[in-house]
């Protein structure tokens, strides 16, 4: 065992205790393997909830990251500098986008991306246009605003009132959508596929009679591609495979490959609502984080690696296959690309939680999406041997948790 005086018991008498981590802490990372304190090797197929895109220890990471950090970390929005400048034209070359703002989280993002999206109809139509329909069970963060337009009450509920002005509607509910925009909708706001709420695509029709009801009531289609960008389903943005263009869109997680970066994309009428002095940001666009996430979007925006996401998809799927084959523990494989959840068969519902510390104890790292969803989100980049090696080891912790 590890001597470190930096363990788990320390964390309950520091932390605020929102968390509850594991008593593994990792110490070190190489591509897609990680190691702990006590020097045992673990394979990541969790990726740090779908954020280190690249891997660890990427050796252009480091490069990138050590030469903006010998050149200037930090600036104030006073002024501009050349890594967000160049991260920009990279974002709005690569997308629908012709202009971008920089945070440094996904909920950050977000925020900056409803108040837009609130102020573009104040602006323009008057202040009855401010209401906006999102979808139960979607994420977008944990500021308050926020909680107020994700559809879980787990994490909104228990904080006073409430952003007003929010309604929710069953996902990939045509009708139910039709029947609620109205004149006062400014924005409708969803996950190109809902992430932390089970791992669910949405319909493409779906998606796209959003964007025409939309259209028609001069709404604005808002898209948190926070967990779905940056390749992770085998396109840059996710929405490119549903056939439409959003008005809004959000990236962070990927982007940063783990530094803390986030960015809002949307074209340039729409960003004329967001005149000087409207919104802002300490960090925002800080030339170290640009610097990292322009090098990222480099190593991700490449044909090979995009079909490379999409030929994993199909060696993790087929591998889970076998082992369901054997032991019946998964009813549905979905997702897409590196975004995959396993849904529990009937005996195991409640207890992805159980199969998450089962290949924990393997040396497996995953996920789970709500009670019920394994999820897998590997590096992009993760070799077919730790493919292969991390199934075996997930084998290994299905087969316990079925044996009970
Ligand atoms: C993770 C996530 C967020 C929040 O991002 P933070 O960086 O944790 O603020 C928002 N939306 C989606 C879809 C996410 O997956």
């Not at 802490?25 to 990541?44: L, T």
């Not at 808002?222 to 809004?248: C, F, K, N, S």
């Amino acid at each position: 065992m590890s001597n470190s005086p930096f363990n788990r018991e320390l964390f309950d008498q520091v932390m605020v205790p929102n968390y509850s981590p594991s008593t593994m802490i990792p110490v070190r990372g190489k591509g897609s393997r990680i190691w702990d304190q006590d020097g045992r090797e673990h394979i990541d197929f969790a990726g740090g909830i779908a954020v280190t895109s690249v891997g660890h220890a990427h050796p252009e990471m480091l490069a990138a990251l050590k030469e903006q950090g010998e050149k200037i970390w930090h600036l104030s929005n006073i002024m501009t500098n050349e890594p967000a400048l160049k991260l920009a034209q990279q974002l709005t070359d690569a997308t629908f986008a012709e202009r971008v703002f920089f945070a440094n989280s996904g909920a950050e993002a977000n925020e900056a991306a409803f108040k837009l999206a609130r102020r573009y109809a104040l602006e323009n139509f008057g202040p009855d246009k401010h209401e906006i329909i999102a979808f139960h069970q979607g994420f977008h963060g944990r500021t308050l605003f926020t909680v107020s337009v994700g559809g879980q009450p787990k994490y909104s509920a228990g904080f006073g009132p409430a952003i007003e002005g929010i309604t929710h509607l069953p996902y990939n509910d045509i009708a139910a959508l039709e029947a609620a925009v109205s004149e006062k909708t400014c924005a409708i706001v969803m996950e190109p596929l809902q992430g932390e709420g089970g791992i669910i695509a949405a319909n493409p029709a779906f998606a796209q009679r959003a964007r025409e009801l939309c259209d028609q009531h001069q709404a604005l289609l808002v898209m948190d591609e926070i967990q779905t960008g940056v390749g992770r389903l085998g396109t840059l943005y996710a929405h490119e495979q549903l056939g439409i263009t959003p008005d809004i869109m959000t990236s962070a997680k990927g982007l940063g490959n783990g530094f803390p970066v986030a960015a809002m994309l949307t074209s340039q009428a729409i960003a004329s609502h967001m005149g000087v002095g409207t919104h802002g940001s300490t960090y925002g666009g800080n030339p170290l984080a640009c610097a990292i996430a322009s090098k990222v979007l480099e190593l991700v925006n490449q044909p090979t690696v995009l079909a490379g996401v999409n030929n994993k998809f199909e060696r993790l799927k087929a591998g889970i296959e076998a082992i369901n084959a054997k032991y019946h523990f998964c009813a549905e494989i979905r997702g897409r690309g590196l975004l995959i959840g396993c849904a529990l068969t009937e005996p195991y519902q409640g207890q992805a939680g159980v199969f998450q510390v089962a290949a924990a104890e393997q040396g497996l790292m995953v996920l789970v999406a709500g009670p019920d969803v394994v999820r897998l989100a590997p590096s992009l980049l993760i070799p077919e041997a730790d493919i292969d090696a991390g199934l075996a080891l997930f084998e290994q912790a299905v087969a316990k948790v079925v044996s009970g």
